[in-house]
């Protein structure tokens, strides 16, 4: 018979949203100023691919109503919308944390430095799905905002940082640790908010900066 520790510790869950940047070693000083000319093609593939990513939560809206399921299928081509997105946004100014150039791919694409995965949920909440998109997640929109685009019509706090360390990179060649680890945190809580926005997992995103290259693993 086992023997079970009575006050044993429980293991939290890792977060269902995956978002991972590794950082290149070595960054071109200047090819950050021509990225946004050499991400044109991603993008104009992308305007398309996020119509679809629209439609196709419209769909799964009223297939988690009827039936608590997000059809695999669609939930599948989401999240390579947004593993090809999050590629695209880490070779650009929303990281600037590689020069190797984005795949086009829906992808896993495990050998690209930026990854992101969700994990499939067998079951969803029939009720969530009416509210969580706008009225339980409108206090995570508020710090989205000040993230990407910020209170007063200028740049968010992501694009500040990167264009501080674009500065860095372009007078030392270097790009500080701290500051990545910083904006991979604030990219995390960007896209947990996005994911359960887009009804895509029922776990509410913590209001916790988990920064760092990696995912933080399940913690006691």
């Not at 978002?19 to 593939?45: A, F």
């Not at 994990?119 to 508020?142: C, T």
Request: proline residues 8%.
């Amino acid at each position: 018979m086992t023997e079970t520790t009575p006050n044993a510790p429980k293991t939290a869950a890792a977060h269902p949203v995956r978002v991972e940047g590794d950082l290149q070693p070595e960054l071109s000083r200047w090819l950050w100023l021509v990225k946004w000319l050499l991400l044109i093609p991603h993008v104009i593939v992308l305007v398309f691919l996020w119509i679809a990513f629209v439609l196709t939560t419209v769909v799964a809206f009223f297939a988690i109503l009827f039936t608590e399921r997000y059809p695999r299928a669609l939930f599948d081509f989401n999240v390579g919308v947004l593993r090809w997105t999050w590629r695209v946004l880490f070779y650009g100014y929303d990281a600037l944390g590689t020069d190797r150039y984005p795949p086009f791919s829906l992808g896993t694409e495990p050998d690209y430095p930026a990854r992101l995965d969700i994990a499939y949920p067998e079951r969803l909440s029939r009720g969530l799905v009416l509210v969580k998109w706008w009225l339980l997640a409108l206090p995570q929109y508020l710090v989205v905002v000040a993230f990407t685009s910020g209170f007063w019509r200028g740049p968010g706090l992501i694009a500040c940082l990167v264009l501080i360390a674009a500065v860095a990179l372009l007078f030392t060649s270097r790009y500080p640790r701290g500051l990545f680890d910083f904006v991979m945190g604030l990219n995390r809580w960007t896209w947990r908010v996005g994911a359960y926005a887009a009804l895509m997992t029922d776990v509410y995103p913590p209001f916790r900066l988990d920064q760092g290259a990696r995912e933080p693993e399940a913690s006691p």
